[in-house]
């Protein structure tokens, strides 16, 4: 073959060719051809009018592998909510149980356990519905029944407690339990190391012991609000014997709080004195209340305040010297917690810091008009590895988080003595947070806001 050219038209493909006779023969044999005039053979090729597709194959191929990937997730996702199921069937047979146990009259809940109710209930109807739009099941159609009727139970009991008879019923079995260990001589009055002193005495030995919490309940405000303090006034002015007071928000301050003439105006949250807003300042949450006056450091500053609870109106702003403020050294999960105010048998105090003592605690006592300093104590402890502090008799008492539940008692330092102690006094909790934690003298109880509801401790004495 000598030379050669192409063309192509549509599908036909046409070679012009100079070849030899031999050549000519071969050719004829693969393909159909003819002379032109000048001798020269023309060969007509016929190609399929389709090449091979390749791009739909490379199309094909990516529509697979995401296939493939979405159902690797689907199997996944079943795989997961099957285990799911299996747990969630588990808690809602004990859910079931506990309800059980509520109706029977076997155990006494209060507000606190049926807000637990409610919001175990409200998590597994999130996983019912989750679970309805991605399966098809008649499982997930029985769960999401068997939630309905638990959850129309739970209300149902919750209704019939409206005046906290479930609380008040807890109450007279622990009275109960009192009489009975009494009767068999499982508690030896003459013989015991504890003692109740009268209101307003350091007539004993010191803190031995606390009760178990007794939850009064929930903030008016509701369970959202997780911030706040409350208490007793810890020297009341005549007629006003019986004053309690709660701060609270949803944040490390207040601003509003309610007064209540009586114990039980307060538990029933019936016919409060007053609901009052602090139109000024904002309270940090380690306030306190003695002679009809609340006591509080403005927050984030170093000023303290008397704000009376009578007129309405701020009496004394003074700053407490040297104090470090600003969330430097606060206690354990209270932020801005620089100046925490108590009250016990010897007056009014403030726990805090100075960058002098670079975080040990700086304990003073204060006058109860001016909010002048009259004394100060330097305690060879470290404010920020504490949550919460208290005064008794002139003594420090310090906490420390140990569990969820359970905070300790675990150090104390005397003024009277300039001496310091370790303890070991377990304080039980019924939320995780310990918002505020204040002792009060007229009734020798601990008063803890507990992530929204309002606990209290009696306090048990060295003879």
């Known amino acids: 073959m000598n030379m050669y050219s192409l063309w192509v038209s549509g599908a036909l493909l046409s070679v012009l060719l100079h070849c030899s006779w031999s050549e000519v023969a071969l050719l004829d044999s ?14 007509n090729v016929y190609l399929p009018n389709t090449t091979f597709p390749a791009d739909k194959v490379e199309q094909l191929q990516i529509v697979t592998q995401d296939l493939s990937q979405s159902v690797h997730q689907q199997v996944t996702k079943i795989s997961r909510y099957e285990e799911m199921l299996l747990t969630y069937t588990s808690q809602l047979q004990h859910l079931a149980k506990r309800v059980e146990d509520v109706e029977s009259g076997q155990i006494y809940y209060t507000e606190l356990e049926f807000q637990l109710l409610h919001s175990e209930i409200r998590d597994m109807e999130k996983l019912v519905v989750e679970l309805s739009l991605e399966i098809n099941n008649t499982i997930i159609y029985s769960l999401s029944s068997e939630l309905t009727n638990i959850s129309i139970i739970v209300d149902s009991l919750e209704k019939h407690d409206k005046n906290n008879i479930l609380a008040t019923r807890r109450e007279v079995e622990a009275l109960k339990k009192k009489l009975k260990a009494c009767s068999e001589n499982r508690i030896n009055v003459s013989n015991s190391a504890t003692f109740h002193p009268l209101p307003g005495s350091c007539n004993h030995g010191g803190l031995k012991d606390v009760s178990k919490p007794f939850m009064v309940k929930r903030n008016w405000r509701g369970s959202a609000y997780r911030f706040g303090a409350w208490g007793k006034d810890s020297n009341p002015v005549p007629g006003r014997e019986n004053l309690y007071w709660v701060g609270t928000d949803n944040t490390n301050y207040f601003q509003t709080f309610r007064l209540y003439s009586s114990y039980q105006k307060l538990r029933t949250n019936r016919a409060p004195l007053s609901e009052k807003p602090l139109r000024t300042y904002k309270a940090q949450l380690n306030a306190v209340v003695l002679n009809n006056k609340l006591y509080f450091q403005q927050y984030n500053t170093h000023t303290l305040t008397i704000y009376d609870l009578t007129s309405n ?9 040297n104090v ?8 354990i999960d209270s932020a801005y917690s620089d100046i925490d105010l108590a009250v016990d048998e010897n007056g009014l105090w403030a726990i805090y810091s100075t960058d002098q003592a670079m975080g040990r605690i700086v304990l003073s006592s204060l006058d109860n008009q001016t909010l002048a300093v009259t004394n100060t104590w330097n305690v060879p402890f470290y404010k920020p590895t504490a949550s919460q502090g208290f005064m008794v008799c002139g003594v420090l008492y310090l906490t420390r988080p140990i569990t969820m539940h359970d905070e300790e008692i675990f150090f104390a330092y005397d003024t009277r003595t300039n001496t310091s102690k370790n303890m070991n006094i377990v304080l039980e909790k019924k939320m995780e947070g310990m918002r505020s934690l204040d002792y009060n003298p007229a009734d020798h109880k601990l008063y803890m806001y507990n992530d929204g509801y309002l606990v209290t401790y009696d306090v048990i004495f060295q003879m």
């Open 30 to 43: 693969y393909a159909h051809g003819s002379y032109d005039a000048g001798g020269r053979c023309v060969c």
């Open 313 to 321: 109106s701020y009496i004394t702003r003074a700053q407490l010297p």
């Open 324 to 331: 470090a403020y600003g969330n430097k050294f606060s206690y």
